[in-house]
């Protein structure tokens, strides 16, 4: 009888096919002296993915979509087949560095209290990425609407949301891991379920995160293991969609977690977010904004428009 896997990788993809050809190949190459297996769930994607996965990592499990369903509802299909002991979620746009898996498991193993365990995040160039982060409250959107958080990076008080003070260099009990890689303990999803399929995309880990918490679980960073988080992967391709999406997966979060005065407060904030970058970026927008800041205007216009006009919580705009 051929024993559980130590982990099962859940990696959800939507048009990323280099992307996710280079972080199937970093698995299989750096993760030795542990059972693992794969599971790849495609979200329709048009780019040739499901055709690479088959033609070139026939060991992997795959899930083909006929449409784009989520990242949340694509990661609870991997989770349903896999037989791990622990459900790896990691995104396609990522690259798992030399002992990565082993080290982060045999810290996860140490550890029985924690739900969740994430590993250092680093970015393309090898700087710190800020992974981790603590839940969503009026204060802490308020310092990053601000931009507070950024001109007082090394503040404990100002940069408490992203943790910006922190170099992710300590073991140290933590609020949301980030969701480009989160090891989730199998008991913890039995005890308290998988992602909630409502978010379609974004804050669905700071949610699973939270009802972990309130379960009595932990959350828990270690600095034992590193990975690449290249970024620019399925989200772009979203274009000013993505602030509606997560203008909904906001809203969402704070309708099932905070009060009806809260709530309407937040909607004021995540608003002051957009006004105040489009009124920075407004100036350069006479001159000329360069591609990217192009991107960003049309984004925080879309998302501004998008705010003021919920009347109440509606369903996620699909792709």
Not at 51 to 59: D, Y
Not at 135 to 156: K, V
Not at 200 to 225: I, Q, S
Not at 226 to 235: D, F, K, N
């Amino acid at each position: 009888m051929t024993a559980s896997p130590d982990i099962s990788i859940v990696i959800v993809n939507w048009n990323t096919v280099g992307l996710l050809r280079d972080c199937l190949r970093s698995i299989y190459a750096t993760t030795r002296d542990l059972a693992f297996e794969v599971i790849v769930v495609d979200n329709a994607s048009s780019d040739g993915s499901v055709e690479m996965v088959r033609r070139e990592f026939s060991g992997a499990i795959l899930i083909a979509n006929d449409a784009n369903l989520g990242f949340a509802p694509a990661n609870n299909q991997g989770i349903a087949v896999a037989s791990g002991r622990h459900i790896l979620l990691l995104n396609s746009d990522t690259v798992v560095l030399e002992g990565a898996l082993q080290r982060t498991l045999a810290f996860a193993d140490a550890h029985p209290e924690a739900a969740v365990v994430g590993c250092r995040v680093l970015n393309p160039d090898r700087s710190l990425q800020n992974s981790c982060f603590m839940f969503p409250s009026l204060l802490n959107w308020f310092l990053f609407a601000t931009y507070l958080d950024r001109i007082f990076p090394r503040s404990r008080f100002f940069g408490r949301e992203q943790m910006t003070w922190w170099m992710r260099d300590d073991v140290r009990e933590v609020e949301v891991v980030t969701g480009c890689f989160m090891l989730v303990r199998r008991e913890a999803i039995d005890e308290v379920g998988v992602m909630d399929p409502g978010f379609f995309m974004y804050v669905e880990e700071t949610d699973w995160c939270y009802r972990f918490h309130r379960a009595g679980w932990k959350c828990l960073f270690t600095p034992d293991g590193e990975i690449v988080h290249i970024g620019g992967g399925s989200a772009p391709k979203l274009s000013a969609r993505r602030a509606a999406i997560g203008n909904a997966s906001f809203m969402r979060f704070m309708r099932k977690h905070w009060s009806r005065p809260a709530t309407f407060a937040g909607r004021l904030l995540l608003a002051s977010f957009y006004a105040i970058r489009l009124a920075i970026l407004m100036p350069k927008r006479l001159v000329g904004l360069s591609v990217q800041e192009s991107r960003r205007f049309e984004n925080h216009w879309a998302g501004l428009k998008d705010i003021i006009a919920f009347g109440r919580y509606r369903d996620f705009p699909k792709p």
